[in-house]
């Protein structure tokens, strides 16, 4: 005997006993006409390891698996891994970038075998911490969300693929799910959405801008400013309304300007338009004042530039009130190129601004109003450009 206990050797050399004996299987130690208990593994993505979470969560249905088939249950636990495609895109690109290379120089045949390659590789780590956890899944059932999808390779035979397209048909058939326009995360790097989990949220010291939106047709307010006690501070006749923003060149995919109702500040011009102060003179687009309970009266100026394709908050704004979303930028993170001349989307949105028409999500994604010399342009660039263009006319 040995003088101390290896958990290793044993655990595994047990776990083996098991595994050959058929102890995991459909239907072990079930008794005749036994009722079935069984439990689908929540597959877990094959783009990493398991966590801390996992043994948790997997403990706990090993307990009632276990319990179920000493009962004599007809007992299944069905073990499984989720393909999470965007995400392992992203790692795949990632562990190619290492070796230099790109999936734009390959087709697509070639970047999948890549994938593939990834998902066996950490498919079976996955696999292998379950199993180092004692889990005792049926592995013959072993599936993956993406078996029998064309060009898979040997070793990845099965229907998981069409019962995954089927289940997700049959529910948008119903009602269930939908199609939309959404705000996602992007990585323009690897031109691919990033799900919120995957994003790592870093403070980064940035600039401020502050721009005047003049009011159309050169309308004027009493502005009125009060201290906490009531005592007015500062009045003055105005024919703007002042935003910040550390992102000027999203100024040009403005929906609207908001406020808070309870901001005595703005109250005389709620509901007016105020003008976008950049692009061609003859084209500048007009936008409502609007508001809604998300900017902060003490904050800044307390207004708002809306721009729903391109901040989640302003998405939330947008869609309460009914503003268009209007996207800027393409995949790589520069000014759009695509669509109809400028002078042509501004008119179209303008229409929309005036209550004289309205557009689906589509047509609202598919309108350009990136001005025509600004089209192309990497962001930052564009920025530059914009300050520039803004401060030359004295709105800043």
Same mark, same amino acid.
């Given at each position: 005997?040995d003088?101390?206990?290896?958990a290793?050797?044993?655990?595994?050399?047990i776990?083996?006993q098991?595994?050959?004996?058929?102890?995991?299987?459909?239907?072990?130690?079930?008794?005749?006409?036994?009722?079935?208990y =069984?439990i689908?593994?929540?597959?877990?993505?094959?783009?990493?390891?398991?966590?801390?979470?996992?043994?948790?969560?997997n403990t706990?249905?090993?307990?009632? !698996?276990?319990?179920?088939?000493?009962?004599?249950f007809?007992?299944?636990?069905?073990?499984? @891994?989720?393909?999470?495609?965007? %995400?392992?895109?992203?790692v795949?690109?990632?562990e190619?970038?290492?070796?230099?290379?790109? +999936?734009?120089?390959?087709?697509?045949?070639e970047?999948l =075998?890549?994938?593939?390659?990834w998902?066996?590789?950490?498919?079976?780590?996955?696999?292998?911490?379950l199993?180092?956890?004692?889990?005792?899944?049926?592995?013959s059932?072993e599936?993956?969300?993406? =078996?029998?999808?064309?060009?898979?390779?040997?070793?990845?035979?099965?229907?998981?693929?069409?019962?995954?397209?089927?289940?997700?048909?049959?529910?948008?058939?119903?009602?269930?799910?939908?199609?939309?326009k959404?705000?996602?995360?992007?990585?323009?790097?690897?031109?691919?959405?990033? =799900?919120?989990?995957?994003?790592?949220?870093?403070?980064?010291?940035?600039?401020?801008?502050?721009?005047?939106?003049?009011?159309?047709g050169?309308? @004027?307010?009493?502005?009125?400013?009060?201290?906490?006690?009531?005592?007015?501070?500062?009045?003055?006749?105005?024919?703007?309304?002042?935003i910040?923003?550390?992102?000027?060149? @999203?100024?040009?995919?403005?929906?609207?300007? %908001?406020v808070?109702?309870?901001?005595a500040?703005y109250?005389p011009?709620?509901?007016?338009?105020?003008? !976008?102060?950049?692009g061609?003179?003859?084209?500048? +687009?007009? !936008?409502?004042?609007?508001?809604?309970?998300?900017?902060?009266?003490?904050?800044?100026?307390?207004?708002?530039?809306? @721009?729903?394709?391109?901040?989640?908050?302003?998405?939330?704004?947008?869609?309460?009130?009914g503003?268009p979303?209007?996207?800027?930028?393409?995949?790589r993170?520069h000014?759009r190129?695509?669509?109809?001349?400028?002078?042509?989307?501004?008119a !179209?949105?303008?229409?929309?601004?005036?209550?004289?028409?309205?557009?689906?999500? %589509?047509?609202?994604?598919?309108?350009?109003?990136?001005?025509?010399?600004?089209?192309?342009?990497?962001?930052f660039?564009?920025?530059a450009?914009?300050?520039?263009?803004?401060t030359?006319?004295?709105?800043?």
């Amino acid at each position: 005997m040995d003088k101390s206990f290896n958990a290793a050797e044993a655990e595994q050399r047990i776990y083996t006993q098991w595994e050959d004996a058929g102890c995991f299987k459909a239907g072990a130690n079930a008794k005749p006409g036994a009722e079935p208990y =069984s439990i689908m593994i929540p597959p877990p993505n094959v783009t990493g390891v398991l966590h801390v979470g996992h043994a948790f969560n997997n403990t706990l249905q090993d307990v009632l !698996i276990r319990w179920h088939r000493m009962r004599g249950f007809d007992t299944l636990w069905q073990p499984g @891994t989720d393909h999470a495609g965007i %995400a392992t895109q992203m790692v795949v690109e990632r562990e190619l970038a290492k070796q230099g290379k790109s +999936r734009r120089d390959m087709d697509r045949a070639e970047f999948l =075998s890549h994938v593939w390659a990834w998902k066996k590789q950490s498919g079976g780590t996955i696999v292998n911490q379950l199993k180092r956890l004692g889990a005792s899944c049926d592995w013959s059932r072993e599936a993956f969300t993406m =078996s029998g999808a064309p060009g898979a390779p040997a070793g990845e035979e099965g229907n998981f693929h069409d019962a995954v397209i089927k289940v997700f048909v049959d529910m948008y058939d119903k009602g269930y799910i939908y199609r939309g326009k959404r705000l996602v995360n992007w990585d323009p790097h690897f031109e691919t959405a990033i =799900s919120d989990l995957e994003v790592e949220n870093i403070e980064t010291a940035g600039h401020m801008w502050h721009f005047k939106y003049p009011l159309a047709g050169g309308a @004027t307010y009493e502005y009125v400013e009060k201290d906490a006690d009531g005592n007015v501070t500062l009045r003055e006749t105005r024919d703007y309304i002042s935003i910040a923003t550390t992102r000027p060149e @999203t100024m040009l995919g403005d929906g609207a300007v %908001a406020v808070h109702p309870g901001d005595a500040r703005y109250a005389p011009i709620v509901g007016m338009l105020c003008e !976008i102060p950049v692009g061609p003179k003859e084209h500048r +687009r007009l !936008i409502p004042i609007i508001t809604d309970d998300y900017p902060d009266p003490a904050f800044g100026s307390g207004a708002v530039k809306i @721009t729903g394709a391109h901040d989640f908050n302003d998405y939330g704004v947008a869609k309460r009130a009914g503003i268009p979303c209007y996207r800027l930028l393409d995949t790589r993170a520069h000014l759009r190129a695509d669509g109809a001349p400028y002078s042509e989307a501004a008119a !179209i949105a303008q229409a929309v601004a005036n209550g004289e028409t309205t557009l689906t999500e %589509a047509e609202a994604d598919a309108l350009n109003l990136v001005p025509d010399h600004l089209r192309g342009l990497d962001r930052f660039e564009a920025r530059a450009r914009v300050v520039a263009e803004i401060t030359a006319e004295g709105w800043p």
